[in-house]
């Protein structure tokens, strides 16, 4: 886009301009790109010399943490959504005391360490924590269960989702929901059929973090979750794991190399799915 | 009928405001930050004013004393905005046909199209917003406002983000659909040409209070006080007083006026630039009643008009002249400078002061 606009307003002098400071910005730039890129490539690489990855991939201990990490991402990804697109709206658009505070409250397992997160949710949800305790006692067993797996990412990641569709919402003018209002379109309605379609973009980037955040999360899941093969174990556990045991590190390696593929494709579908949605608005 | 009688506490100025439209085009007019366009939210449910009561049709849709407060999407207003807002995710079909929620999918295309065929839209039925020039989407905006059924059509500055020549052309076509739109309409407007051009009645408004409500010739040839006339275009506004009967004073020259005013009482008297004469001052030596002897200070050529400002010499005001690039060549205004200026008594209006 850019170099066609570039090209139907030739302004020689605004080009040149640009292009002396990008002689001074490149080499910081190259430098960061050699950095980011140099492991990812490396580690394609040693994958392909081991040979064995597609042998490591499709045993049953692969397979458990990869088909646990997609079940449980999604899921969380689900709830986020359930959960997280009420709240973003009311951030965005709601007046109430204590608006502010619940924006920075939101933020705050964002900058929090995970494993404080796990922490904090096994107090909480561990067979004595204050509600687990009771949960227990109804039979329900929440610590070291895929249902921890679940919470550990949610807590985790959910505000990802929030953070960005509150901005896609603030960002959206008023008057669209006061003209609906005007044609006699209910406030639901044109939530549905206005508000929510105009922040497709901040959806879709809130909702690819959310979702790459949660097949990440380690930490938080560890300790509430524990790290339990079929049941609790995630890929980003199983890498661990397959680092600490006998096959060192040529194992993580290509759980390594799922985990990639996979933040990849996710990337790039997002990133087309947003061009899509800014090409028809 | 709209019947509007509102207060609400704003920053600047509290709002007080009183009108209404029957089948007519009521034009609130006024500078931009004197409340008209908050009026127009408070009519229609979008700002909730601390007292009043707002009727639309035969129904009281906000009444302070009896907790009325319907909400916007019951009050059977169409609004077309200033910003036009088109909803950008949807097409000119899906924009136009998005409050017929009710309707059946043939009953809704058959409205759409009927629509579009009276706004004249009829080919950019498949086009999104961003596709569409600013007149175009303002013709969609107010198709889409005319969708279902209304009791009366709202206005916020429709045609202010468009260019001079788009203006005229959606002016005029609101003008031939006033035909077929057959509910009251209140338009806001800060344009005075707009206002005089689309108006049945036109409220004067400033800084929150309506200062003249009245037919549109009224408001323009009978300003109801000095301010009205300067909002109103009015280049020339003397202060002056009585002299008993049909007699006034101003600036030491005494001139005819179309009403008697008491001896020594202080008045304003105001004249449209357009309204005033100029002669050569070589046509007699004794002076017709109602000229005094004046020089040009200074002209601004507008291509079909000139405006002159002249100085009195010797008693009398300055004016402010308009004259038409025709008689300006004939009378030859350009040779010389000094001049005879007449104030045609039917043409001054005296106002209270």
């Known amino acids: 886009m850019s170099t066609n606009s570039a090209a139907e307003h030739p302004r020689v002098v605004a080009v040149r301009r640009a292009w002396s400071l990008g002689w001074i910005f490149a080499s910081p730039s190259l430098l960061f790109g050699a950095f980011v890129l140099v492991p990812l490539i490396a580690l394609a690489i040693r994958g392909w010399q081991d040979g064995q990855v597609m042998e490591r991939l499709l045993s049953p201990f692969v397979l458990h943490a990869l088909r646990l990490s997609v079940v449980t991402s999604t899921l969380t990804l689900v709830l986020a959504l359930v959960f997280g697109v009420p709240a973003a709206y009311l951030l965005a658009r709601g007046r109430f005391r204590g608006r502010q505070l619940l924006t920075i409250l939101v933020e705050l397992p964002m900058v929090l360490p995970p494993t404080v997160a796990g922490v904090a949710l096994l107090v909480a949800f561990g067979r004595r924590g204050a509600i687990g305790a009771a949960l227990v006692e109804m039979g329900i067993e929440v610590s070291f269960t895929t249902t921890a797996v679940i919470l550990a990412q949610l807590f985790v990641s959910a505000p990802f989702l929030v953070r960005s569709l509150q901005a896609g919402f603030e960002a959206i003018d008023p008057t669209y929901e006061q003209v609906s209002a005007t044609l006699g379109v209910s406030e639901l309605r044109t939530f549905l059929r206005v508000t929510l379609p105009l922040a497709r973009p901040a959806l879709l980037s809130g909702a690819v973090l959310c979702w790459t955040r949660a097949l990440s999360e380690l930490g938080a899941t560890l300790i509430f979750a524990g790290n339990f093969e079929g049941r609790t174990q995630t890929m980003p556990l199983a890498i661990i794991t397959a680092f600490e045991s006998s096959a060192g590190l040529s194992g993580a390696i290509a759980i390594s190399l799922v985990l990639l593929v996979v933040a990849s494709i996710l990337l790039v579908v997002a990133r087309l799915a947003q061009r899509r949605s800014r090409g028809s608005s | ?353």
């Open chain 2, 1 to 353: 009928m709209i019947g509007v009688d509102i207060q609400k506490r704003l920053h600047a100025f509290t709002l007080d405001v009183q009108f209404d439209a029957q089948h007519e085009t009521v034009v609130l007019f006024g500078r931009s930050g004197s409340g008209k366009s908050r009026t127009l939210a408070g009519v229609a449910g979008l700002m909730r004013p601390d007292s009043g009561r707002v009727v639309v049709g035969s129904r009281t849709v906000f009444d302070s004393t009896r907790r009325i407060d319907v909400p916007p999407q019951q009050r059977n207003l169409g609004y077309l905005f200033q910003q036009v807002a088109l909803f950008p995710h949807l097409t000119t079909e899906e924009n136009i046909a998005y409050a017929l929620t009710g309707l059946d999918a043939s009953a809704r295309r058959r409205r759409v199209r009927e629509l579009a065929e009276l706004l004249r839209i009829e080919e950019l039925g498949a086009r999104y917003p961003g596709e569409m020039s600013g007149g175009q989407q303002q013709r969609v905006a107010l198709a889409r406002a005319l969708a279902r059924p209304v009791d009366g059509l709202l206005l916020d500055e429709p045609f202010s983000a468009l260019d001079e020549a788009l203006r005229a052309d959606l002016r005029a076509e609101l003008v031939r659909l006033r035909q077929d739109i057959d509910v009251p309409i209140v338009c806001v407007t800060h344009d005075l040409r707009e206002a005089h051009l689309l108006a049945d009645r036109i409220a004067v408004l400033e800084a929150g209070r309506v200062l003249q409500f009245a037919e549109r010739t009224g408001v323009f040839h009978h300003p109801a006080s000095r301010q009205v006339a300067q909002l109103t275009g009015v280049a020339n506004v003397f202060a002056a007083h009585g002299l008993g009967g049909r007699r006034v004073e101003i600036e030491g020259a005494a001139f005819e006026v179309p009403q008697a005013v008491a001896e020594g009482v202080p008045v304003d008297v105001c004249i449209r630039a357009e309204r005033c004469l100029l002669r050569r001052t070589d046509v007699n030596d004794d002076l017709p009643p109602n000229c005094f002897v004046a020089d040009i200070a200074s002209e601004l050529a507008f291509g079909n008009a000139y405006t002159l400002h002249l100085q009195a010499v010797g008693p009398g005001p300055g004016v402010e002249v308009d004259v038409a690039s025709r008689p300006y060549d004939v009378l030859g205004v350009a040779t010389r400078r000094r001049w005879v200026v007449e104030l045609p008594v039917n043409d001054l209006h005296v106002m209270p002061r």
